[in-house]
């Protein structure tokens, strides 16, 4: 059996990256980063490198690392380079577990070659579940693999889900934070600048995701994600507003009964169990103080105002290409939007517009979703260019 403390960080110099790391140095002990690997960020990169004395690193980005100079990487390090060096990294024997931590759908491939090797695959990337969920979970029960989520919501969730049995759930409720427009009027929201976007109430993240977080497209793609990691159909799955983000998610079973994981913000707390699971322990994320008066509000979503949240529960129940279309549609969108190219309401009005317009596959292999996945960019490019 493969020691799940061995484990390789993939996105290592972005926030869920930089908190592994974190939580790595916390644990201590047997536990360590055999491998990291960065997009871009290079100099990071070997920062890190010298700080945690990995095995291997990966510059995913070829042309960058081509104008690299890695003399400063520590000696017996090696190097790879390339997406492939992402799933080279994945396949390692002596990697254990893979936090799985790239941004969009260039995770996809190194997530399905650790399914694959039946590592555990601590997952961060809800695009690689999102794109190709059918392909995914199918990888992980051939091989044996295990499958962690990482994100607040799903850990919640999956912890949630240890009451009772599958068939005894009625429902889970996932938790939105409700972003930087829960209190803004729709006539406000299409008028929501780039700066008013990024200004998140909660959580310290990247660019992309949190202009996901103001559109609640990544709500939507959280539906979709918890479709595929816990098999459940669509009407079974459903969204709250929590603005105080500290009941991250809910199950409600078949006698009513409903449970929670509760926990003040910080990520370093689901990474943590994704790792050490079925073990607690002890974490130095922040405790709550029950000694404090607290009140906490729990709203309706506004499917008006946030008109992603239809496009997750769509695609949730319709399966097949959807996914790859709507994510790839949404990245390029925002990326416009960050830009300047288009306006806020029209990053969902584009994926809304290339998931009617795209021609559905109910069983598509990896090669369709990625050239669907480039075909849907594409068109959100040419729809930028009309509006």
Known sequence: MLAKTTVAVLGATGSIGRATLDVLESLGGPWRAVGLSAHSRLPELVELSQRFSPDWVVAACPETAGRFDFTSLPAGVKRLIGPEGLIALAELPEVGTVVAAVVGSAGLASSLAAARQGKRLALANKEALV????????????????????????????????????REVARVVLTASGGPFRTWTAAQIAAATVDDALAHPTWQMGRK??????????????????????????????????????????????????????????????IQYALTYPDRIPCPCPKMDWTQAMSWELEPVDIERFPALSLGWEVAERGGSCGAVVNAANEAAVELFLQGEIKFPEIVAGCRRVLEHHNFDPSPELGELMRLDGWAREEITKWAALC
Request: charged share 20%; glycine share 6%; net charge negative.
């Open 209 to 270: 995701i949190t202009i996901d977080s103001a559109t609640m497209m990544n709500k939507a793609l959280e539906v979709v994600e918890a479709r595929w990691l816990f098999d459940l159909p669509a009407e079974k799955i459903q969204v709250v507003v929590h603005p105080q983000s500290i009941i991250h998610s809910m199950v409600e079973f078949v006698d009513g009964s409903v449970v929670a994981q509760l926990s003040p913000p910080d990520m370093r707390l689901p």
């Open 131 to 166: 794109v190709a969920g059918s392909l995914l979970t199918h990888a992980l029960k051939r091989s044996g693999g295990e499958l962690l989520p990482i994100d607040s919501e799903h850990s919640a969730i999956f912890q949630a889900l240890q009451a009772g049995r599958s």
